[in-house]
């Protein structure tokens, strides 16, 4: 019976081979933690010191999580209103739909070591480098605009929050959709929620009665 031996070629090799997969992997670690003290959550039984509301006329949903960039934690959609037409019709009307092709959708971010001296500066790294990967393009701190304390304090119990627009995103955790509002939301010791908004109609995220302003009561801290 003939013995396979290690040669020097192949001893080489296979050593060449592992450390590529260490570097990989830990680069990849690199990427998904941006050098900061977050850690996405992209289990479905781990948890956060976060509560999810559903709030009025939504409904929560289950999305592919196939290819996309970021885990999403917990995902909702307006629930459709009656069509306005005769019930005879096999169609809906698309008037009465503002919130067609809307989703709300979280991921959450666990903080395993900020301190209160470095949380801003790591949550604004994270948020950033967060931001630009679902959008598919560099965002900067310019893209974003701050939320007050009374508004953080009303609705989510944040430390500090910040929002910002995007159109015509470029992303797998955005395909199918043509807009984006992002939120990002931190609390020191606890983590980061991220809130996208994606929606294929501006009314859903600019309008009072949309979808994105309807969510605003969809997770605290």
């Known amino acids: 019976m003939m013995k396979t031996h290690f040669s020097g070629n192949f001893r080489q090799r296979t050593v060449f081979c592992l450390l590529l997969w260490f570097v990989s992997t830990t680069a990849f670690s690199e990427i998904i933690s941006f050098g900061t003290h977050f850690r996405h959550l992209q289990d479905t039984f781990e948890t956060m010191k976060v ?4 709030p009025d006329a939504f409904e929560r949903i289950i999305v592919p999580q196939k290819g996309t960039e ?35 959708r979280h991921c959450l971010f666990l903080d395993t070591g900020t301190t209160e001296q470095s949380f801003n500066r790591e949550f604004i790294v994270f948020m950033l480098n967060c931001a630009s990967l ?11 605009s701050s939320i007050s304390k009374a508004e953080l304090t009303k609705t989510c119990k944040a ?37 996208a908004t994606v929606s294929n109609t501006s ?5 009072r009665t949309g979808a994105f302003m309807k969510a605003r009561s969809s997770f605290s801290f």
Not at 180 to 189: D, I, N, R, S
């Open 51 to 54: 509560s999810f509301a559903v």
């Open 203 to 207: 009314k859903a995220l600019t309008s």
């Open 134 to 144: 679902v959008s598919g393009r560099e965002l900067t701190v310019a893209d974003f």
């Open 70 to 104: 970021l885990y999403i934690k917990f995902a909702l959609r307006p629930k459709a209103k009656p069509s306005s037409m005769s019930t005879t019709r096999s169609f809906k009307s698309t008037n009465s739909l503002s919130d067609e092709h809307t989703e709300v």
């Open 159 to 195: 430390d500090v929050g910040y929002i910002c627009y995007v159109a015509n995103p470029h992303s797998r955790f955005t395909a199918g959709y043509n807009q984006m509002m992002l939120e990002f939301y931190g609390k020191q010791g606890t983590g980061i929620v991220m809130r």
